[in-house]
């Protein structure tokens, strides 16, 4: 086809209808500079997808389309119908997007993928205090360390890299196929589309954002863990953010156009890391669920690599970290149906930013599902996130399961 031109853009999307998965590429140019990028279609019938060109958030717009090609991933033919492509100059959004209630603000960062990288009690007077050499978080932690405040807006989020966050990541476990595995910390490592980005820092592409005063709705099209930039994977990750009275609900949902098989193997369903002055772990370990029977407590978790990688499990299907005391205020994750959560702290005790989420120390929770990564079959699920004493998460979390 010829060069169409149009006025600069940054966007573009495709009315369209098919039988198969399909990989897309499409050619354009910046100014006098030709570039190209893929895309990915699921099938159906008057479907619509949208997506951002590469490098929007440094400003990169285009002015014509030169080309846009189609292949089927799952079968050998397949019957595409183009019923529309349009092209806009959207307005770039801020880096960082919030939305608050009475209770939560929470955000989402778009150099992280979009993965949840801030949470704020707005009710508690949550409070960071330093005293001998560390930071404490708590309620009214001013008054209960009888130390001076040194941040009153405390994110419970740790967002010290790309690795850290709330967000989806999934592992596959691949020989040959086409395949090159990458390398992390010295180990051979498989394919692990990751929301936040890679190990080096580098981001996730932004394929599309909707958000308004209630609700945040983020794509991303997520990097290799172990791999740098240019080995972004062929997936997408969509996710859906809400504040629902005391709960924060996420939606997640996960599409693998690579057509790698893998083998089963354990899942985040999501990854979780909080701050790491909340280092005391709170679950349910007993049998007899959602009856107020006692909780369990583990107050002395180290890093889960050097702890042997402990998987508690929870009938209720959450857990949570708190701060140094019984009736310290912590922060959990629910998921239905989950039982199984592998959790740790790194740098336990060291916390010492005056903001804890940018500290390296952290508190980590996975909830477990022991799946495979499938290409072409869409994964969905929903976690929750709330904050309080035990008592409260406990019975935040009760209003979801019952």
């Excluded at 770039?92 to 209630?101: A, C, L, Y």
């Excluded at 790491?276 to 107020?292: A, H, I, L, Q, S």
Aim: charge should be negative.
């Amino acid at each position: 086809m010829e060069d169409i031109t149009h006025g600069w853009y940054n966007y573009y999307g495709i009315a369209y209808s098919t039988d198969a998965y399909i990989k897309g590429t499409l050619v354009y140019r910046c100014g006098a500079v030709e570039k190209s990028e893929n895309f990915f279609l699921e099938p159906g019938e008057n479907k619509t997808f949208y997506s951002f060109i590469d490098n929007m958030l440094e400003g990169t717009k285009a002015n014509a389309i030169c080309s846009v090609s189609f292949e089927p991933l799952d079968k050998e033919t397949a019957k595409i119908k183009i019923n529309g492509f349009s092209v806009f100059n959207r307005e770039i959004p801020d880096e960082d997007i919030f939305i608050q209630t009475d209770t939560y603000k929470i955000g989402i960062n778009l150099l992280w993928g979009g993965a949840l990288s801030y949470m704020e009690d707005l009710n508690s007077n949550v409070e960071a205090v330093e005293k001998d050499g560390r930071i404490f978080v708590d309620s009214d932690a001013g008054k209960r360390y009888n130390a001076p405040v040194v941040n009153s807006n405390v994110n419970l989020i740790n967002r010290a890299d790309t690795g850290r966050l709330v967000q989806q990541s999934y592992y596959g476990s691949f020989d040959g196929q086409g395949y090159e595995k990458g390398e992390y910390m010295g180990n051979i490592w498989d394919y692990n589309p990751v929301q936040g980005g890679n190990q080096f820092n580098e981001n996730s592409k932004i394929i599309d954002i909707r958000y308004d005063e209630n609700s945040i709705y983020i794509k991303c099209q997520p990097l290799d863990w172990a791999k740098e930039k240019e080995h972004i994977t062929p997936s997408y990750m969509e996710a859906t953010y809400a504040i629902e009275g005391d709960l924060v609900k996420v939606s997640c949902r996960f599409t693998d156009f690579s057509g790698y098989v893998a083998n089963v193997r354990d899942q985040e369903i999501p990854a979780f890391y909080c701050i790491e002055p909340f280092n005391r772990y709170v679950y349910y370990g007993g049998d007899k669920p959602w009856t107020n029977d006692a909780l369990s407590i583990e107050p002395e978790l180290i890093f889960w690599p050097d702890a042997g990688y402990p998987k508690f499990n929870s009938l209720e299907n959450w857990s949570a970290f708190i701060g140094e005391f019984d009736d310290s205020f912590g922060i959990g994750v629910y998921v239905t149906g989950e039982t199984e959560f592998l959790s740790g702290v790194f740098e336990r005790e060291k916390t010492t930013n005056h903001d804890p989420s940018i500290d390296g120390t952290t508190s980590y929770i996975a909830v477990i599902r022991k799946m495979t990564l499938q290409s072409y079959a869409p994964f969905e699920y929903d976690y929750y996130l709330t904050t309080g004493n035990s008592t409260e998460i406990r019975e935040n979390f009760s209003t979801v399961a019952k």
